[in-house]
């Protein structure tokens, strides 16, 4: 008896696959130079029956976590922790109430996010601040044209803006202290 994810499964065959990949380099004489070895991940084949009232969901349990990619649990004489890679039932004449199976996992590592939101102490919050405005731009000068047939009369001046310079908040901290903002 083995378990997967919590439900119980009759494996037959239990195995477990663990390889690595060994960088070579030509050289000129004798044997080829190794000089890099680097795990890579580990496997586990199992087969096995899956019988009982419960059998048609321990099957839909596992296409579920395949196709969603949940990592699953097995625990039997091997103990391993993976993604399902394939799984393929057998239903036949010889077992009742039930099928066989053969089923591959495979090792995985995710990635977990690196990001933590921290909040910034008030004196770094004003050097961080974001400025109020970001400039005005020049406005273009409209000459008379010399075009013939042209009219100056739809040529409208607008006036120029006026620039606003953002407040920033002083610093409470005394001179000398890493938070001191510069002057």
Not at 25 to 46: C, E, F, G, N
């Given at each position: 008896?083995?378990?997967?994810?919590?439900?119980?499964?009759?494996?037959?065959?239990?195995?477990?696959?663990?390889?690595?990949?060994?960088?070579?380099?030509?050289?000129?004489?004798?044997?080829?130079?190794?000089?890099h070895?680097?795990?890579?991940?580990?496997?586990?084949?199992?087969?096995?029956?899956?019988?009982?009232?419960?059998?048609?969901?321990?099957?839909?349990?596992?296409?579920?976590?395949?196709?969603?990619?949940?990592?699953?649990?097995?625990?039997?004489?091997?103990?391993?922790?993976?993604?399902?890679?394939?799984?393929?039932?057998?239903?036949?004449?010889?077992?009742?109430?039930?099928?066989?199976?053969?089923?591959?996992?495979?090792?995985?590592?995710?990635?977990?996010?690196?990001?933590?939101?921290?909040?910034?102490?008030?004196?770094i919050?004003?050097?961080?601040?974001?400025?109020?405005?970001?400039?005005?731009?020049?406005?273009?000068?409209k000459?008379?044209?010399?075009?013939?047939?042209?009219?100056?009369?739809?040529?409208?001046?607008?006036?120029?803006?006026?620039?606003?310079?953002?407040?920033?908040?002083?610093?409470?901290?005394?001179?000398?202290?890493?938070?001191?903002?510069?002057?």
């Amino acid at each position: 008896m083995a378990l997967l994810n919590g439900h119980y499964i009759l494996v037959e065959d239990e195995s477990p696959s663990y390889e690595v990949e060994i960088t070579d380099q030509p050289v000129d004489r004798d044997i080829d130079l190794s000089d890099h070895v680097q795990r890579k991940a580990r496997t586990l084949s199992i087969s096995g029956i899956i019988v009982g009232d419960d059998a048609d969901r321990i099957r839909t349990m596992i296409v579920k976590a395949q196709d969603q990619g949940e990592v699953v649990h097995f625990s039997g004489r091997t103990t391993f922790k993976g993604l399902i890679s394939g799984f393929s039932p057998k239903h036949d004449h010889t077992i009742m109430d039930g099928f066989s199976f053969t089923l591959s996992m495979k090792e995985v590592r995710i990635a977990g996010s690196s990001y933590v939101k921290v909040p910034l102490s008030i004196p770094i919050k004003a050097q961080v601040a974001k400025a109020a405005n970001a400039g005005v731009k020049q406005p273009l000068s409209k000459k008379n044209s010399t075009n013939k047939g042209s009219s100056n009369s739809n040529v409208v001046k607008t006036p120029p803006k006026k620039t606003i310079t953002p407040k920033v908040p002083k610093s409470t901290n005394k001179r000398g202290t890493p938070w001191e903002m510069p002057m």
